[in-house]
């Protein structure tokens, strides 16, 4: 158990080696250790049997053949993988996700950005408009699915009957794999940006005041003074933003599953793991597979992230 | 954050690698032995008394939640020792399964009665979650004779049967009699689809709707419609377990359907609901189940006609496959639950019962002696599904037994009929990836079984 804890980030963990090598510990450290237990290790527990030990669980279910609803199953060890990573299905999985995030993350916090930027703003209004912007954020998926698939219908949503207006012909949104790319990477900036905006305007807030008037007495204009102190300052915010966002959008489900149920088009990695599984095929062990390697991403671009993207961070 | 990594470090890693993966194996499916299943004999129910009450897993398809409950309750009256717990697993039939699916994995909280479809039960018999209904059928005495015949062979497999049909339905031809007649042609669905292409234009020409005619849902069973055009042009998507859907028939066919939408462009294809669509007025005529009848009764703001499905040039009758839900009874669960499943299988099969669950859906009776005087006074269309229950056709195995086939088929559809993707190639990959599924995930278990 101590060998455990001296890898632990915990303060009191920490002190452990040095108590351990002169063989005893003191009451004082005794009891902090007993308090960091009750403090920790209820969440831990919570940590280890809902996250860890399924991640554990779905990397043995990826050496499976194994059919969801089948009692048995058979070891293919690196089969599953092999399979995904040769098939023809993976390029067009991996480019959906890459196209997916890159828009999304992008899309998000760029407008987030200037939304963030207007909503800083002192005029009458910006309570009630800070509050519009955010709340798509806190809408349930499902609903605002449902909600903008009806805006979209080629045939009688709100969408259509504009374009019908001005002489145009509805595109077909849900039929078009791409243009149901499109449709859902709309709505998902649109649903998402909220949180960027409101993020992004905490940032803006807490920008030193008298740096930006020692710019402008230096002649800087209102772009210079964004550009060359607002977006350096804000990096830590960009930072965290990036790192939030990116996850979210590799792990987006809601809006898919509901605007796009067969996946046409819209199939990213998470949602091609959930169709492989619990969609027709039940295809677990592969779906376990395919979950396994969104794991990898997902760490590999963290790992990345906090190793090359941190540097260029100006936390003061 | 620098890390050594020394011996007892390395051991102590590796300890708790081996522990987790052997701790993960500990759950999940067995891997001891063979991955099919096999046939269970006939069950024994000699002794058995039934559970004190059970879950029924249901979508409540055709809305039917409350004639399901109705028929609950006369239950319970005649048999108050059986609980009938009415569960609502899923909105459609693939949500049922998924929960199911995922009961099945957790060994646990499984239904004594289900509502599986065309599509899923195979999987259940191959998988080993369903029972053979056989015993129960001799013991309780179900008038198995007084079934529709096509509806109750639908769920027999290596001779015995594995469900009872329950919500069943057809596709079925819906127009809009208003449309017709404005456009003069005649009160009738058209016999052929060449009847119809020759009707379209008239039909686009005086009704205002956006389309003659609107194809079904890509996302809604595309694989099950779409083999009344197979069909009808003597093609198919696979023929006992030849995958032969890039002949030259089905080319042709799905190659007709595409021309219908781009080259004389009186047909669209639907992006929820056809019969949505339908009701709407976007459409003149559409395909959608007999399921949708009553909905669209009562939506449609015009008078509403239905008829049989059109046939082809090579063959104009028989062009009909049949669909639907049946009710099965799981294997993980006692004999106790599976028998008490059965006594009220039993009675909600009933000639009384399928009559009102018809009546109240649109869903064809399932029994030969049900009484449909008073519902056919009230829906007078639902005689066109019974009518044409006489001419259906078993559906293709390529369609019902491969895991995932009909989503493949839907994205074969949605190339073909909505971004105009080549028709041969299309179906030529589409031939692939069913063979594909066949070898990996059913031949295998057919050896077995």
Redesign the interface.
């Known amino acids: 158990m101590t060998r455990q804890l001296t890898g632990s980030p915990a303060a009191p963990a920490q002190a452990l080696p040095a108590l351990q090598r002169r063989g005893r510990w003191s009451g004082r450290t005794r009891r902090d250790f007993f308090v960091f237990l009750a403090l920790a290790l209820p969440n831990l527990a919570l940590i280890a049997v809902f996250t860890y030990l399924p991640l554990i669980n779905n990397m043995y279910y990826s050496t499976l053949d194994w059919t969801l609803g089948s009692t048995s199953a058979t070891v293919v060890g690196l089969d599953n993988y092999v399979t995904f990573f040769t098939s023809s299905d993976a390029p067009q999985v991996l480019g959906t996700t890459l196209i997916f995030t890159v828009v999304t993350v992008g899309g998000s916090m760029v407008l987030g950005l200037l939304v963030a930027l207007a909503l800083n703003a002192k005029v009458r209004g910006t309570t009630f408009a800070r509050s519009a912007a955010f709340a798509p954020y806190v809408l349930s998926g499902v609903g605002v699915g449902l909600v903008w698939l009806f805006i979209f219908d080629p045939g009688y949503g709100v969408l259509s009957w504009l374009l019908r207006g001005i002489g145009q012909q509805s595109p077909q949104w849900i039929n078009d794999p791409q243009l149901s790319l499109v449709m859902v990477i709309i709505v998902y900036v649109w649903k998402n940006l909220g949180y960027c905006a409101v993020v992004y305007l905490a940032g803006l807030q807490s920008l030193p005041k008298d740096v930006m008037e020692a710019a402008s007495l230096d002649g800087a204009n209102g772009f210079r003074r964004f550009m060359s102190i607002s977006v350096p300052l804000l990096s830590p915010t960009t930072f965290f933003l990036l790192i939030t966002t990116m996850i979210s959008s590799l792990q987006a489900f809601d809006l898919i599953r509901i605007m796009t149920p067969l996946g046409n088009g819209t199939s990213t990695l998470i949602y091609e793991a959930y169709l492989q599984a619990f969609g027709a095929y039940n295809r677990a062990g592969y779906s376990a597979a395919i979950s396994v390697v969104l794991f990898a991403i997902l760490l590999i671009i963290t790992v990345l992230q906090l190793r090359f993207v941190e540097r260029k961070v100006h936390y003061s | 954050m620098a890390m050594n990594l020394d011996r007892r470090n390395f051991l ?1 890693l590796a300890g708790l690698g081996v522990g ?2 052997a ?3 500990c ?9 099919a ?1 096999t046939s269970p004999s006939d069950i024994d129910f000699t002794g058995v008394k039934p559970a004190g009450s059970f879950d029924f897993w249901t979508s409540h398809p055709g809305q039917s939640q409350a004639v399901e409950q109705s028929i609950i309750d006369k239950f319970q009256a005649k048999f108050p020792d059986i609980k009938v717990n009415l569960v609502t697993a899923g909105a459609n039939y ?1 949500e049922i399964a ?1 929960k ?3 009961s ?2 957790a ?1 646990s909280a499984l239904p004594g009665l289900v509502v599986l479809s065309d ?1 899923w039960w195979f ?2 018999y191959t ?3 369903i029972i053979p209904l056989d015993g129960l059928i001799k013991q309780l005495d179900v008038k198995i004779d007084d079934f529709q015949k096509s509806l109750v062979a639908d769920y027999q497999y290596a001779n015995k049967q594995w469900a009872l049909p329950y919500g069943r339905s057809t596709p079925l031809f819906y127009y809009n009699k208003d449309h017709f007649k404005a456009a003069g042609l005649p009160d009738r669905a058209p016999k052929t689809w060449q009847e119809f292409a020759e009707w379209a234009p008239k039909l686009q020409a005086s009704s205002g709707a ?1 389309y003659a005619y609107i194809y079904p849902a ?2 809604g069973y595309a694989g099950w419609t779409l083999q009344n055009n197979l069909w009808g042009w003597g093609g198919s998507w696979s023929n006992g377990w030849t995958f032969n859907c890039d002949s030259t028939e089905s080319v042709t066919a799905l190659q007709w359907a595409q021309d219908s939408i781009y080259k004389d462009k009186w047909a669209g ?4 609901n056809a019969a949505d ?1 339908f009701s ?1 007025g ?1 459409t003149s005529t559409t395909i959608s189940s007999t399921g949708d009848l009553l909905g669209v009764l009562k939506s449609a703001k015009f008078n509403v006609g239905v008829g049989f499905l059109p046939g082809g040039p090579k063959a104009e009758t028989n062009v009909c496959p049949t669909g639907g839900a049946g009710l099965g009874i799981p294997s993980g669960v006692s004999k106790e639950v599976q028998l008490a499943a059965a006594t009220f299988l039993k009675f909600m099969t009933e000639p009384e019962n399928t009559a009102a669950f018809s009546a109240a859906t649109g869903y064809m009776p399932t029994r030969v002696s049900a009484d449909m005087t008073a519902v056919l006074a009230k829906t007078p269309q639902i005689k066109t599904a019974m009518d044409q229950l006489a001419v259906t056709k078993v559906q293709d195995n390529a369609r019902v037994f491969l ?5 493949e088929m ?2 074969a559809a ?1 190339k073909i ?3 105009q993707g080549d028709v041969k190639a299309t179906m030529t990959d589409l031939k692939a990836t069913l063979e594909g599924i066949y070898t990996k ?1 059913v031949k295998p278990k057919l050896k077995a079984s």
């Open positions: 102590g987790a993966a701790l993960a194996a759950g999940g499916p067995s891997t001891s032995g063979s991955a299943s693939e998924q199911f699916q995922t099945q994995a060994k599509v999987r259940y998988n080993g979650n956006k890509l996302a294809v639907s992006s929820k669509d709407a976007i895991p995932g086939a009909d989503q839907a994205k949605a009929l909505t971004q995930d």
